[in-house]
């Protein structure tokens, strides 16, 4: 079984449609695929309606977290998208997005760059604007070469010139919540330094003793010795370790199923949630 369990929709800011997303799981070989939109669940219509047979779905999101000052993802899975109290702080989340991509525009525009928010808004194409639609437009006016590019202190990194801080659920409530609604939490791109400081093991620790289920380790912002340092860390804390292409379409070079589960530790997830089930594909239009 080859198992993708991070990939993102025109939902919120990847490139494909979540029916897009799930047929091109299906082409690329993939047998289950996880739509985690950020801190949405507006993409699971559309991509169940269309899931190929042969396909798996897993419905799940990715949640923006802060702690200490850090910005970091919590990836929840087959989690009820309507149990009140994860759907309430989701929509928090959410609706702190618009201010805060308005005032990354400010900042821009102070810096002499001539973006806007018409722009950005049609990047984001009605998805739960962030930083990446912020970041095309950059690229679309010449400022940086890749999205990539953008996330540096130079212009949208955390702490960087233009970054705008937003609302952010500190990762023990998170993980509270997400139990709460009967699902399953993985730790996103832990090590990926070059977005900007890193949580650090001893926290890590403390959300494996509230309840966090693993860590994502084979992600393309990882490199081998970030790998080999998390698996020896999941190990420690009896962690679950998880593989993901965090797919997001044209919007950045890596490909679906570049990085994948271990079925083991997908079939555990699966035992774990009780707030929603897989989707079986079976023939979508």
């Given at each position: ?11 919120s ?66 989690f ?11 929509e ?59 996330f ?61 289920d ?25 962690l ?46």
């Amino acid at each position: 079984m080859r198992i993708d369990l991070h990939c993102h929709s025109t939902a919120s800011d990847g490139t494909d449609t979540p029916a897009e997303l799930v047929r091109n799981a299906a082409a690329a070989g993939l047998d289950v695929v996880a739509l985690t939109d950020h801190d949405t669940t507006r993409g699971y219509a559309e991509a169940i309606a269309a899931l190929p047979e042969g396909l798996t779905l897993v419905t799940g999101a990715e949640l923006s977290c802060r702690i200490d000052g850090i910005s970091m993802h919590m990836l929840a899975y087959l989690f009820d998208p309507e149990e009140p109290a994860l759907l309430a702080e989701r929509e928090l989340v959410r609706d702190d997005r618009v201010p805060r991509a308005k005032g990354m525009v400010a900042k821009l525009n102070a810096l002499g760059v001539p973006v806007t928010w018409e722009q950005v808004e049609r990047i984001a194409a009605g998805g739960s604007v962030g930083r990446p639609h912020v970041a095309t437009a950059l690229v679309e006016l010449g400022v940086v070469p890749t999205v990539s590019d953008a996330f540096t202190e130079e212009w949208l990194a955390d702490g960087g010139r233009a970054f705008v801080e937003k609302h952010e659920t500190d990762p023990f409530e998170a993980i509270r919540l997400v139990k709460n609604a009967g699902g399953v939490c993985v730790f996103a791109h832990p090590a990926a330094a070059k977005r900007g400081r890193t949580v650090p093991e001893f926290r890590i620790a403390q959300m494996a003793e509230a309840g966090l289920d693993g860590i994502e380790v084979d992600h393309m912002d990882h490199d081998a010795d970030a790998r080999d340092r998390l698996r020896g860390l999941a190990k420690d804390l009896d962690l679950l370790v998880t593989g993901s292409s965090d797919y997001h379409g044209s919007r950045k070079t890596v490909t679906l199923g570049a990085y994948t589960t271990d079925p083991e530790v997908y079939g555990e997830i699966t035992r774990r949630a009780t707030g929603a089930f897989p989707v079986p594909g079976t023939g979508g239009a």
